[in-house]
């Protein structure tokens, strides 16, 4: 079997080694989203060996929790019995008591991994820590603790929001983000895996940069073979994924579920009091809800270019959610080759030309390096009016706007007279509605480039897929 390896995240693990060197105790908090990496981060970069690891179980209660982690005192401690613990306070006593017989010249590494996962209801699990951390931890300079744990909200939450015990007492946050394509090239890479780009592209339309999802791939099958293989076989690993994804990440996972469905039959995207009418959710609720899907990189906001009563656009960027929204939650075929007999149809060929600018969206730094405007303050954007719309716009702070057309296609994307009449009718009533005076420049993002590019007064500029694969 392929060892996996640790791909990517240089600054990350940068930082829990300084933590681990530093002169002082550190408190550092991993989060980020469901099968990111944060456990593999940890593991991989301190080689799991940690003087007391403790991982939180789902949906267990206070007694089984506090059971299991007087199990690992024990592990770790190597010692006869397991401690008996009443509560919280006091398992962060024992634990305090256990750090004190370790060599005292040693920085102490204790990993506690699924953090909200052990803060059940009324068991004083944080009220505990704020002591252990504030009233012995922080008062030492060998102790350095790392928190991780997938909901998002409840790391921001209780511990690096946290205006109570723990205000300010943070010293270390690191958000795992997911993958981009020169990273996720560089991990199947690691796997053996002779995909060339283009289908690479196609697997993050699916999987999107979620590390887990792409540790499951067998290299010696097509994509396609992969994608049945995973989803529409009878036990196939990913056919039950959606079923936990929200609700493992957020309490009333339904409610989270509800704004992304209706966000993936919106590709344009929906302002905020347009995700209230659907789906009958108001004020401070439907705000944190946003606010959490896009600390969790489910969704992205956007401005709406030159409309400030429109407000912020929000679309679904989490592609394994389009995925499933679009293939899996109605499919009753029972075709186990579902996908590799439904290729070159026009349900996948939509479904691509869609996932393509979402995943040029989430490339916009690649996209701003291709056109030598990395140093320059840039501000992304979105518009439409009753009869257009641009889902990319680039407002530079020279004084440039560069419009973008991003199409997906199999071979060289070729510009038609009446597409062409199209896009110009689309520039007159961008200027005429933004009443800008500003360059404008018309960027086209292709998969292989544009096939007439050069005798085309509409290409201004050209990114191809390779171009998204840059680091």
Same mark, same amino acid.
């Given at each position: 079997?392929?060892?996996?390896?640790?791909?990517?995240?240089?600054?990350?693990?940068?930082?829990?080694?300084?933590?681990?060197?530093?002169?002082?105790?550190?408190?550092?908090?991993?989060?980020?989203?469901?099968?990111?990496?944060?456990? $593999?981060?940890?593991?991989?970069?301190?080689?799991?060996?940690?003087?007391?690891?403790?991982?939180?179980?789902?949906?267990?209660?206070?007694?089984?929790?506090?059971?299991?982690?007087?199990?690992?005192?024990?592990?770790?401690?190597?010692?006869?019995?397991?401690?008996?613990?009443?509560?919280?306070?006091?398992?962060?006593?024992?634990?305090?008591?256990?750090?004190?017989?370790?060599?005292?010249?040693?920085?102490?590494?204790?990993?506690?991994?699924?953090?909200?996962?052990?803060?059940?209801?009324?068991?004083?699990?944080?009220?505990?820590?704020?002591? #252990?951390?504030?009233?012995?931890?922080?008062?030492?300079?060998?102790?350095?603790?790392?928190?991780?744990?997938?909901?998002?909200?409840?790391?921001?939450?209780?511990?690096?929001?946290?205006?109570?015990?723990?205000?300010?007492?943070?010293?270390?946050?690191?958000?795992?983000?997911?993958?981009?394509?020169?990273?996720?090239?560089?991990?199947?890479?690691?796997?053996?895996?002779?995909?060339?780009?283009?289908?690479?592209?196609?697997?993050?339309?699916?999987?999107?940069?979620?590390? $887990?999802?792409?540790?499951?791939?067998?290299?010696?099958?097509?994509?396609?073979?992969?994608?049945?293989?995973?989803? $529409?076989?009878?036990?196939?690993?990913?056919?039950?994924?959606?079923?936990?994804?929200?609700?493992?990440?957020?309490?009333?996972?339904?409610?989270?579920?509800?704004?992304?469905?209706?966000?993936?039959?919106?590709?344009?995207?929906?302002?905020?009091?347009?995700?209230?009418?659907?789906?009958?959710?108001?004020?401070?609720?439907?705000?944190?809800?946003?606010?959490?899907?896009?600390?969790?990189?489910?969704?992205?906001?956007?401005?709406?270019?030159?409309?400030?009563?429109?407000?912020?656009?929000?679309?679904?960027?989490?592609?394994?959610?389009?995925?499933?929204?679009?293939?899996?939650?109605?499919?009753?075929?029972?075709?186990?080759?579902?996908?590799?007999?439904?290729?070159?149809?026009?349900?996948?060929?939509?479904?691509?030309?869609?996932?393509? %600018?979402?995943?040029?969206?989430?490339?916009?730094?690649?996209?701003?390096?291709?056109?030598?405007?990395?140093?320059?303050?840039?501000?992304?954007?979105?518009?439409?009016?009753?009869?257009?719309?641009?889902?990319?716009?680039?407002?530079?702070?020279?004084?440039?706007?560069?419009?973008? %057309?991003?199409?997906?296609?199999?071979?060289?994307?070729?510009?038609?007279?009446?597409?062409?009449?199209?896009?110009?009718?689309?520039?007159?009533?961008?200027?005429?509605?933004?009443?800008?005076?500003?360059?404008?420049?018309?960027? $086209?993002?292709?998969? #292989?480039?544009?096939?007439?590019?050069?005798?085309?007064?509409?290409?201004?500029? %050209?990114?191809?897929?390779?171009?998204?694969?840059?680091?």
């Amino acid at each position: 079997m392929t060892q996996i390896e640790l791909v990517g995240r240089e600054s990350e693990i940068s930082t829990l080694n300084a933590c681990a060197k530093s002169a002082q105790s550190e408190f550092a908090v991993v989060f980020g989203r469901r099968r990111i990496g944060k456990t $593999f981060l940890v593991n991989q970069t301190f080689k799991g060996k940690f003087d007391f690891c403790y991982v939180g179980g789902h949906h267990l209660n206070e007694r089984e929790q506090l059971k299991n982690f007087s199990e690992a005192l024990k592990s770790y401690s190597k010692a006869l019995f397991a401690p008996t613990l009443e509560d919280w306070f006091d398992a962060f006593r024992q634990l305090q008591v256990y750090l004190e017989s370790l060599n005292k010249s040693k920085k102490k590494i204790i990993f506690i991994d699924e953090m909200p996962w052990i803060d059940t209801p009324y068991s004083g699990f944080v009220k505990a820590l704020e002591n #252990f951390w504030n009233g012995w931890a922080a008062l030492r300079n060998d102790i350095f603790l790392v928190a991780s744990g997938s909901a998002t909200s409840w790391m921001a939450e209780k511990l690096f929001e946290n205006q109570g015990g723990l205000y300010n007492r943070i010293t270390a946050q690191i958000y795992l983000r997911p993958f981009t394509l020169h990273e996720v090239e560089l991990y199947l890479k690691s796997k053996n895996c002779p995909w060339d780009r283009f289908q690479i592209a196609q697997a993050y339309m699916i999987f999107g940069g979620v590390p $887990f999802y792409y540790s499951l791939v067998n290299p010696k099958l097509s994509l396609a073979q992969n994608v049945d293989e995973l989803f $529409f076989a009878k036990n196939g690993r990913l056919r039950r994924e959606f079923d936990e994804l929200y609700n493992v990440l957020f309490s009333q996972g339904d409610k989270y579920i509800a704004v992304a469905k209706l966000l993936a039959g919106k590709p344009q995207g929906l302002c905020r009091d347009e995700i209230i009418k659907g789906i009958g959710i108001q004020g401070g609720a439907i705000t944190k809800m946003l606010a959490n899907l896009e600390h969790s990189d489910f969704i992205q906001s956007y401005a709406s270019f030159g409309n400030k009563k429109k407000g912020t656009i929000y679309k679904l960027t989490d592609f394994f959610s389009l995925f499933y929204f679009k293939f899996l939650e109605h499919n009753r075929s029972g075709d186990v080759r579902f996908w590799s007999n439904s290729l070159n149809t026009p349900a996948i060929n939509s479904w691509q030309g869609i996932s393509f %600018e979402r995943l040029c969206l989430l490339h916009t730094e690649q996209i701003k390096k291709k056109l030598g405007i990395t140093g320059i303050r840039t501000e992304m954007s979105a518009w439409k009016n009753k009869t257009s719309q641009i889902d990319l716009i680039l407002d530079r702070a020279d004084r440039i706007i560069n419009l973008f %057309e991003i199409k997906f296609s199999i071979n060289k994307y070729s510009i038609t007279a009446k597409y062409a009449e199209k896009l110009r009718n689309r520039i007159s009533e961008f200027q005429s509605s933004s009443k800008t005076r500003k360059g404008i420049l018309h960027t $086209f993002v292709t998969t #292989f480039g544009v096939l007439n590019a050069e005798g085309s007064s509409l290409v201004n500029s %050209e990114i191809v897929l390779d171009d998204l694969f840059e680091k």
